[in-house]
């Protein structure tokens, strides 16, 4: 790394006094003028946890703004890609059109299909770090076990684990930067006995690589978003497939479909897409998307327009709630032949949007078929040979998938041990709450992506995490360039924007009586009626603009150890900038045309 050179006071011409400040009165005698220009970068260590796509773009965005500094990134998997490695079972996709799910800084013109699979995803991201050499800066195997802050060195004192040789090592960091995710710790429902199955037992998140269902009589636990993929993906090829669901949710038709049906901004632009029954781009759309950059350019843009505009349909007693709940609920009924027994079990009674929206492409087409019983009796317990309802009728399987998500409690997977003691015990006894979604109170020097109340259902993580990393690089360079050991929000500030959060989540469908991930439990495990943590109270066009500036009342800072004065201004330096003694910087942009702007 480039180290920034910057001239002394003696050098210059300037003569060191710290007799008088100028206007005849007599200077603090324990402050002195910092010898450097302004802007000059002290050196800074940075520690960021998870390689998937947030901790990846992270990397660009340190590397293309910042100087005099060291990263390294833990990732704890022997490849990149985070949930897009570690999810890998059958008909695993993202449900974000392809072209909109990618870095805005690294476009792809190939991807296969309008939803890309999740294999095609993770060569995506290992093909950028390859590309970008970011493999010398990212440990594979490696675990973050434990974080303590000490403050008075202003630093992170950090417990790392090898994970191929087992050793536990020290490290520190100046700030620590946690990209692991929402949807990464994955976990097996909570029924008794669940580990004494003699079958197969298998999860989503760690499906095995060489697993053979065929011919077997299986069971999918769970109607999430891995649920309604998996159940027509693995429906064909076994013998019998067991689907037990305990709560309704919607299923919409396929994205493009929607898109098309409800006539919004993508409407026209995917009338000239060229796609085969199975939505794969034909080889010639892939030669126009690769020829036309104009007509590309169009195509995202509209998709972008489309998904980010979906927010109204998602307010209490709208008229375009109200609509798409219609048309919804319409469409289920088609799709399941009007069965009314299936109607009544499958169709919620709660808003669109309360759950995650998945597009389920035949999913309620393969719960009608012969080999396929829908189960929505509760289980009692696993038994060696299968699956007790509470009716006592015991159902015999080969092998038990469990489509049940996620630890979506916000709380980190290692201790964090802050000024106000371990974040996992303040997360476990109390509403997870963060200064917008990237900070927590307490936790100085800490930043997170997809933190409490981020917008993770508000369209593709890939740019979202691009506008957060920028914000969080431009406070790590305020830290670097104004003498700033230690930077968090205020604890006044979090309760502040916790208390809006609150107000403000009645009146969505998010915080309708229904069980959901998006909602922290009540105390007694109860997830249906809980408080709505998982999403921003806003668009996704809210979020960009609320982190367009940086509101510095809202922060604590503790200054470097050489101004003991604690001076707010110690960073002024020498009266110089550094950027007029920059030989490649434009010395004089403030007579340039549009100078004028904001």
């Known amino acids: 790394m480039t180290r920034l050179r910057v001239p002394h006071a003696s050098s210059i011409g300037i003569k060191r006094t710290n007799d008088t400040n100028g206007y005849g009165a007599a200077a603090k005698a324990s402050y002195a003028i910092r010898e450097a220009p302004l802007g000059t970068p002290k050196h800074v260590r940075i520690v960021g946890i998870g390689a998937g796509a947030s901790g990846i773009n992270l990397i660009r965005t340190i590397r293309k703004n910042m100087v005099n500094y060291e990263h390294v990134v833990y990732e704890k998997n022997e490849e990149v890609g985070g949930t897009w490695f570690e999810n890998r079972y059958p008909g695993c996709r993202c449900d974000i059109p392809s072209h909109n799910y990618q870095f805005s800084w690294r476009p792809n013109r190939e991807w296969s299909n309008f939803l890309s699979p999740a294999p095609e995803i993770q060569e995506y991201l290992a093909r950028i770090c390859e590309d970008e050499h970011m493999m010398d800066t990212i ?21 790392v684990q090898n994970l191929e040789t087992g050793e536990e090592f020290k490290d520190y960091a100046n700030f620590l930067v946690d990209a692991s995710g929402i949807l990464n710790n994955w976990k097996w429902p909570d029924i008794p006995g669940i580990k004494s199955f003699e079958g197969d037992l298998v999860h989503t998140a760690n499906w095995p690589k060489d697993f053979d269902y065929a011919n077997k009589t299986v069971a999918i636990i769970g109607n999430g978003s891995s649920g309604i993929q998996l159940v027509p ?16 949710t919607w299923i919409i038709p396929p994205r493009r479909i929607t898109m098309l049906l409800m006539g919004g901004p993508a409407k026209e632009v995917l009338e000239e897409i060229d796609l085969d029954a199975s939505e794969n781009f034909t080889q010639e759309q892939i030669d126009r998307f690769k020829k036309d950059p104009a007509f590309y350019h169009k195509f995202v843009k509209a998709i972008e327009r489309d998904i980010s505009g979906a927010f109204p349909i998602l307010i209490n007693g709208s008229q375009a709630q109200a609509e798409v709940n219609a048309k919804a609920t319409m469409t289920m009924t088609r799709l399941l032949g009007g069965d009314k027994k299936l109607c009544e079990a499958l169709i919620p009674k709660f808003p669109l949007g309360c759950r995650r929206v998945t597009p389920g492409p035949g999913y309620l087409e393969a719960l009608q078929t012969p080999n396929t019983e829908l189960i929505m009796e509760g289980i009692a317990r696993v038994v060696p040979e299968g699956v007790e309802l509470e009716s006592g009728r015991v159902i015999k399987l080969d092998a038990i998938m469990c489509a049940t998500g996620f630890d979506n409690t916000f709380a980190p997977r290692f201790p964090l041990v802050g000024r106000h003691g371990n974040v996992q015990d303040t997360m476990a006894a109390e509403t997870p709450k963060s200064y917008m979604s990237l900070a927590l109170a307490g936790v100085p020097n800490y930043f997170t992506f997809m933190g409490p109340n981020a917008p993770i259902g508000h369209g593709s993580v890939f740019t979202l995490g691009e506008h957060v990393a920028r914000y969080i690089t431009r406070l790590m360079i305020k830290c670097q360039t104004e003498g700033i050991k230690s930077v968090v929000p205020s604890d006044a500030a979090v309760a502040d924007y916790a208390q809006h959060v609150a107000t403000f989540m009645p009146r969505m469908a998010w915080s309708a009586s229904c069980k959901s991930w998006f909602k922290s439990g009540d105390g007694s495990g109860n997830t249906e009626d809980g408080s709505v943590t998982a999403l ?3 668009s996704r066009f809210h979020f960009f603009h609320m982190l367009d500036s940086f509101r510095g009342e809202d922060w604590d800072y503790v200054y470097d150890d050489d101004n003991p004065a604690g001076n707010r201004f110690h960073y002024l330096g020498n009266g110089f900038s550094s ?20």
């Open 139 to 159: 440990k594979m195997r490696h675990k973050v076990n434990g974080a303590w802050w000490d403050e008075k060195r202003g630093l992170w004192d950090l417990s």
């Open 233 to 248: 993906a693995v429906q064909p090829d076994v013998k019998k497939l067991y689907h037990f669901v305990r709560t309704p």
């Open 536 to 538: 921003h109270p806003g």
């Open 579 to 598: 950027k007029e003694l920059d030989p490649a910087a434009d010395v004089t942009w403030y007579v340039s045309e549009g100078a004028d702007r904001l």
